[in-house]
């Protein structure tokens, strides 16, 4: 993508698809099929693809995370969200994704705003980093665009960090989504500073993810909900293409 006339790397697409197993719960049976849905959004050419399992199963369920793995071709990138918890990542292990996100799951291991609490759970994190690294897994952790929280992340050995965008994708009143707007682009410019990673997700969709795009050093965007629900319009492959001209 070109900006001020000059050429800046392409923010990339991860494709989140958890979504469908929620919809699958209301409708019943065994449709939509997030597995299926991987497999066409990774041939569409996004660049990654997300799935969120939850310690109660309420909606991945670890068979769907299996197939999804298997979907996926070799050299395709499948990246797993769970909560801090032996369970959870006793299971990452086992399936071998790409990379491990770890997000909050109760409120005792988030901050107000959803993001996980770095602070409170740096003991907990520093293991589960550790753990991942001799499996070569690399970590990413799901925090609100907080200095501290960047500062936090790189202290615990995480490789990435997925800036939590709920609530710029939540602000309605012009002067609150310029604030949350600087609030990532500084994030973004402090990740880059410490050599942190940086994606971003929560609530994106074809509107708000534009004025993302160019922040500092952006790799990847993690969308589900807006995709899926385009996908009724249009069909998957067409909503993943849409969003990816967007990023492009």
């Known amino acids: 993508m070109a900006f001020g006339g000059v050429q800046v790397p392409r923010t990339l697409l991860c ?14 049976g065994n449709e939509p ?16 693809i997300a799935v969120r399992l939850r310690e109660d199963r309420s909606r991945i369920q670890d068979r769907d995370v299996l197939a999804i793995r298997k979907a996926i071709p070799e050299n395709g ?13 006793d299971f990452a292990r086992r399936v ?54 960047i500062d936090l992340s790189k202290e615990c050995g995480a490789r990435f960090i997925e800036i939590n965008t709920g609530t710029y994708s939540n602000a309605t009143e012009k ?28 609530g994106l969709n074809y509107t708000n993810v534009a004025p993302l795009v160019h922040a500092k050093e952006l790799l990847e965007v993690n969308i589900g ?19 990816m001209a967007i990023l492009d």
Do not use: W
């Open 33 to 48: 099929d997030p597995a299926e849905a991987a497999r066409i959004c990774a041939k569409t050419g996004c660049n990654s």
């Open 96 to 149: 071998r994704p790409s990379r491990v996100t770890i997000v909050p799951e109760n409120k005792e291991d988030m901050t107000a705003q959803g993001g996980l609490d770095v602070r409170k759970n740096m003991l907990e994190i520093r293991s589960a980093v550790d753990i991942f690294d001799r499996e070569e897994i690399p970590v990413s952790l799901f925090v609100e665009p907080e200095i501290e929280m």
């Open 77 to 89: 990138k499948v990246y797993l969200e769970i909560a801090l918890s032996g369970e959870m990542i």
């Open 225 to 243: 909900h807006a995709i899926i629900e385009r996908a009724d319009s249009v069909g998957l492959s067409t909503a993943v293409e849409e969003m």
């Open 15 to 28: 494709v989140n698809v958890s979504r469908l197993a929620t919809l699958r719960a209301a409708r019943g």
């Open 175 to 202: 002067t609150e989504i310029y604030r949350e707007i600087d609030r990532i682009y500084r994030a973004s410019e402090r990740a880059a500073e410490v050599r942190i990673r940086i994606n971003a997700g929560c």
